[in-house]
């Protein structure tokens, strides 16, 4: 990956990186090396500009960051992000939910509402996002654009898209160990190398990891392998070539009644207990290409094609499900700056397709427990794509104002065809769609810059809800196209508070696609609701209290989301709450840094009362955790150790819900948080 470079890093290299048909090669293996070093020191700062040019709310999340303390699944890597609910569901899986997106959809294998990318290719299918794949010590960084600001990579969402970012060999130790435990059997294993050999470069890493869980029968594990390999051609085309494979073996607790936490919220439910319900995954596969194609000095041309197999085996309730998913996609963006009436103006003409390949299917098994089969009670194929062709461009109208416009055409098509019994029916659904994008963004300082824009979302429902949320076992059902129109206005910069961000946004959703879980234990049922809106403020700072080079450094940071999600004049509920998410929620973490690289702070997190269904009739409990986490990052940055110890309190509550209709009482509708816990970890770099 090369980026361009800012102009301040380019004086006194400007030989080294000029890139374009007049490009030449470096003079000196000297010169070619402190080239690859300022690309190193570059790529963050780089992806920090890149998303401040966008006319609304992101996030970047430094890996570096993340790994002084236990990185055991996405909800470490999403902490400390405004804008972003993210809370373990008991295994690798997470509730993510961003500005509401998915907030009540596919809480099982499939997340739903975000699109989700590995090094800027897809891997969100019409059938949602698998969680098995998310391995976070394999990443450098992540970066989240939060909304209808992912429209440039082609997101259909209405949480917008996060971009996961792997290490590459410009990135990467040639030698790296990483080893974490701690409570409930927890064990983290990581090795990996990286390397820059002349054009060529390699990243490799294998992780495993295992644990014994906070509730019964909920433990787990997991294994897999990353990899890439990139190589230059010459200063005008290079590519990469990507894989990932991971398996993982996850018992299933079930969910509890707001008693059970209080009292016993380590129990399983007795349900998912005698049924042994389990979710072994045999294996994803997820194999991808990126080549970059440097047409003149202001344009260039990226394509990407990318396969992925994901092969389930769900044994929760009453039936075992073998599913059968493999997606192709590809991606193709033309990226140009140039002058139009003296004005700078940067376009981006983009193209990507995502779809199910003929494989794609299931069959179901009623079950008593465990791995026993009973009759072959269904069989049924699922038929998808996802196509969008989005153009996009920035135009400077006078210094530091840009203004941003955009369009995508989208088309979608779900088909789900039941084979087995013969009463079975078919269901095929093809829509045609646009979003536009209207956007303003204006620099007043280096320090402070504000923006707005107002933009349209569009999102399908996934082709296996066309039949699990039939009322008829047999027969599939036709739902339309979720669609959102949203404003954003925010602020961001830096001042003497810290480095600050701010936004405001009002969504207005038609068809919004939500889950219920009408019968405990069963899986929920998928439904376009009434009109609804999404409204909401992200707030993030992070300061510097006190700082003295010889002594050290006080530090703050906190975000800070205000959702609110309700009806629109339903009549049924009103203007009533949609369940499943705190309208309050807050992170804070107080930290000392000794110039020796020892560390020392204290975090909390706070959220609000949750509603548990539709008609607001019970909620889960508001929470406040308290935790601490110490290390040491050694002088030269190659040894790294660390102890995080998390709810110091033992503190009882939800940390998800799966939400009912109108339940009228305390039924089992949340997954327990993780009571007190001791995590410790040490890493090796062999430079």
Not at 500 to 510: C, G, I, P
Not at 631 to 653: A, H, I, M, V
Request: aromatic share 10%; hydrophobic share 35%; proline share 5%.
């Amino acid at each position: 990956m090369r980026p361009v470079l800012p102009l301040s890093s380019c004086l006194g290299l400007v030989a080294a990186v000029t890139v374009g048909p007049q490009a030449t090669a470096a003079p000196s293996v000297e010169l070619g090396q402190l080239l690859i070093t300022e690309e190193e020191q570059s790529e963050l700062e780089y992806a920090r500009e890149r998303l401040q040019s966008i006319p609304g709310a992101s996030n970047l999340v430094d890996m570096q960051r993340v790994e002084q303390g236990r990185v055991a699944s996405n909800q470490d890597v999403l902490a400390y992000q405004p804008g972003v609910f993210a809370q373990s569901a008991g295994n690798d899986g997470i509730k993510l939910s961003i500005r509401g997106s998915g907030i009540n959809r596919a809480p099982g294998a499939h997340g739903s509402g975000v699109y989700t990318m590995f090094d800027g290719l897809p891997l969100t299918g019409p059938g949602g996002t698998p969680y098995e794949l998310f391995e976070p010590l394999w990443l450098s960084r992540a970066e989240v654009l939060r909304g209808a600001n992912g429209f440039d990579q082609g997101a259909l969402a209405l949480g917008g898209a996060i971009n996961y970012v792997t290490h590459t060999g410009h990135d990467a130790e040639p030698l790296q160990v990483r080893y974490e435990v701690g409570s409930h059997g927890y064990q983290h294993r990581h090795v990996s190398s990286g390397q820059v050999l002349g054009d060529l470069d390699y990243y490799v890493a294998l992780t495993d990891s295992e644990y014994d869980g906070y509730q019964e029968h909920s433990s787990g594990s997991g294994k897999g392998i990353a990899a890439n390999l990139g190589y230059r051609f010459n200063p005008n085309l290079e590519t990469r070539f990507y894989l990932r494979y991971r398996e993982t073996e996850n018992d299933l607790a079930g969910r509890l009644t707001k008693q059970q936490i209080k009292h016993d919220p380590r129990a399983a439910n007795p349900a998912y207990l005698a049924r042994d319900d389990s979710r072994p995954q045999p294996g994803s596969t997820w194999v991808g290409n990126k080549t970059t194609f440097y047409l003149e000095d202001d344009a260039r041309l990226e394509a990407g094609l990318v396969y992925h197999d994901y092969p389930m085996d769900l044994r929760e309730g009453p039936m075992r499900l073998k599913v059968a998913y493999t997606d192709v996609s590809g991606t193709l963006n033309y990226l140009r700056r140039d002058t139009l009436f003296g004005h700078e103006s940067k376009t981006t003409v983009g193209w990507r397709t995502t779809k199910h390949l003929p494989n794609s299917g299931a069959s179901q098994f009623a079950r008593s427990s465990g791995e026993n089969f009973g009759a072959r009670s269904r069989d049924f194929s699922y038929q998808g794509s996802d196509t969008v062709l989005h153009v996009g461009n920035d135009l400077e109208l006078i210094p530091d104002l840009w203004l941003t416009t955009g369009l995508a055409m989208i088309y979608t098509r779900r088909e789900s065809d039941v084979t087995y019994p013969e009463t079975g029916g078919k269901v095929s659904q093809h829509d045609w769609d646009y979003a536009p994008r209207l956007g303003l963004r204006y620099d007043i300082s280096p320090q402070l810059q504000v923006y707005g824009n107002l933009s349209r979302s569009v999102e399908p429902p996934h082709p296996w809800a066309l039949i699990w949320s039939s009322t008829v076992a047999t027969q599939p059902i036709e739902m339309q196209n979720q669609t959102a129109t949203t404003l954003e206005l925010g602020a961001r910069g830096e001042s003497v508070l810290g480095r600050w961000d701010l936004a405001w946004y009002y969504s207005q959703v038609r068809h919004e696609l939500l889950a219920v879980e009408i019968v405990p234990g069963a899986l929920p049922k998928e439904f376009n609701a009434s009109p609804t809106v999404h409204q909401g403020v992200e707030a993030g700072l992070d300061s510097t209290l006190w700082e003295d080079s010889g002594i050290g450094r006080l530090s703050l940071r906190q975000a800070y989301t205000f959702s609110d999600f309700h009806y629109r004049d339903d009549d049924r509920f009103g203007d009533n709450r949609l369940p499943g998410i705190p309208m309050h929620y807050y992170q804070a973490e107080l930290r000392y840094d000794w110039p020796s690289g020892f560390y020392a702070g204290v975090n909390t997190q706070m959220a609000s009362k949750v509603q548990v269904d539709y008609a607001n009739s019970y909620h889960a409990d508001a929470y406040a955790l308290l935790g601490a986490r110490l290390g040491w990052n050694s002088p030269k940055q190659d040894w790294q150790t660390w102890l995080d110890l998390r709810n110091l309190t033992n503190e009882r509550y939800a940390a998800t819900v799966t939400p009912g209709y109108d339940d009228g009482q305390d039924i089992a509708r949340s997954t327990p948080g993780e009571g007190f816990a001791v995590y410790a970890g040490v890493s090796y770099s062999f430079r």
